[in-house]
């Protein structure tokens, strides 16, 4: 099992969501940190970056990590539905 973190940013949108939705991500990144390869892979300027998604109430969202295979750990770095997700998760990368 590898070690879970997340960015600052990520946890703080996490704890405005509604509880069902924050169990369900609890239950993911479990999961992801069980087998975090299970996730699709992205390519081009976030190659490094895996996703996950899955639907809530007929809502769609996708979960953002990397993996630090030297150090065992899965590093959650974004949350939230599809549009502009990608957009805003290289900005947000970019930056910090």
């Known amino acids: 099992m590898y070690r879970q ?3 600052k940013k990520y946890n703080r ?3 405005k969501l509604p509880f ?3 169990n369900q991500i609890n239950l993911i990144e479990d999961e992801i940190a069980l087998n975090p390869y299970s996730g699709e892979r992205k390519k ?3 190659k490094e970056v895996f996703n ?3 639907s809530l109430l007929g809502e ?3 979960l953002a990590y990397k993996v630090d295979e030297r150090a065992r750990e899965v590093i959650f770095l ?3 539905g599809h549009e502009n997700f990608y957009r805003d998760l290289k900005r ?3 930056s910090g």
């Open 5 to 7: 973190s997340a960015f």
């Open 13 to 15: 949108i996490k704890t």
């Open 20 to 22: 069902p939705l924050r």
């Open 44 to 46: 081009g300027d976030l």
């Open 52 to 54: 996950k998604k899955f």
């Open 60 to 62: 769609v969202y996708l």
């Open 78 to 80: 974004a949350i939230g």
């Open 92 to 94: 947000y990368l970019k």
